[in-house]
């Protein structure tokens, strides 16, 4: 099953209750880039492996807006509350 982490309509309600700190410090623990936060960030199960699915911002000095699709392996379960609060 598909568990969502964020996304574009979430980034509010994380800002008002100071959630999104909690959310950046789970990107560092699962070793992720950049994330880009206007598409969704996933946690699934794929060939019996636990992965995360997200866009990184590879975004380079230019400033022209590029980003990349990626899918790694999950490192660190996201905290059971947040199934409840955004699952």
Known sequence: MTQLICDDDSIDAMLE????????????ANLLGRVYLGDPVTVDTERGQRVIRYTLDVTPLDGLHKTAQRTVPLLVEPPEHWAQRWG
Do not use: K, Q
């Not at 209750?17 to 560092?28: A, H, I, K, M, S």
């Open 17 to 28: 209750d100071g959630t999104l700190r909690e959310v950046y410090d789970w990107f560092e």
